[in-house]
Every structure is written in C-alpha cells, then in structure tokens.
C-alpha cells in the first residue's frame, strides 16, 4: 500500500466518525427542539399508557388513561377496540431504583450468611 492509498484510507476514516458525530448531536438537538414545541417526545399530552400485556403475535391488551379514566383497550394490527371502562383505575407502579447503598446492603448480608 503506498502512502496515497493510506492516506485516503484514514481520511475516509474520519470522514466517517465525523459523520457520525454529527448525526449524534443534530439529532440531540432536533428531539429537544421537537420536546420544546410538542410538549413531549411521544406528543401525547393527555393520554397515558398504565399497563401493557401482549397476548399473541400481533396482538395485545392496553390499559389507558385518558382525562382520569382509564380503559381497557385491546389492539392488533387490523383494528383498535374499547374492551372497557375500569370502574376503578389501576394504580400506577413507580418502579423502584435500586440505589448503591440498598446493593452494599444486601451483598452484605449475603456474604456474611456464606461465612
């Protein structure tokens, strides 16, 4: 390989990377600009997604919650159908961090039932 095709080689190279990082950050920028004016990534600013189960391979039952009320909704890839209106609303599950210190805890407390 002379020193003209290694050349080029390493400026395709960067060529590339340089590509990359730029796609990176214009899309960074563009999802914050669209967040700013839309609300939110999804758009939605009234509909909200509780709880999802999918039963088949296209198919699934979805629980929404829209102005308060939430629904059961059963979905495919041919049609979309109100099964439901709860009677009372599923709450929420806040999913639980798993800290450090929750972590150091209980590796401790298993190493020491080892000894």
Do not use: C
């Not at 709880?51 to 909704?73: F, H, N």
């Not at 609303?89 to 929750?102: M, R």
């Amino acid at each position: 390989m002379s020193s003209g095709d290694t050349f080029s080689v390493v400026l395709a190279l960067f060529g590339t990377i340089g590509v990359i990082i730029l796609t990176y950050y214009g899309s960074r920028w563009y999802a914050t600009r669209f967040a700013k004016t839309h609300g939110s990534l999804t758009g939605a600013k009234h509909i909200k997604v509780v709880d999802r189960l999918i039963v088949g391979k296209t198919g699934s039952i979805v629980i929404i919650e829209v102005a308060g009320i939430q629904y059961m909704v059963g979905v495919s890839e041919q049609n979309i159908q109100i099964l439901t209106q709860l009677e009372e609303p599923i709450p929420e599950e806040k999913k639980q961090e798993i800290s450090k210190e929750s972590f150091l805890s209980v590796f401790k407390s298993f190493t020491q039932k080892e000894k």
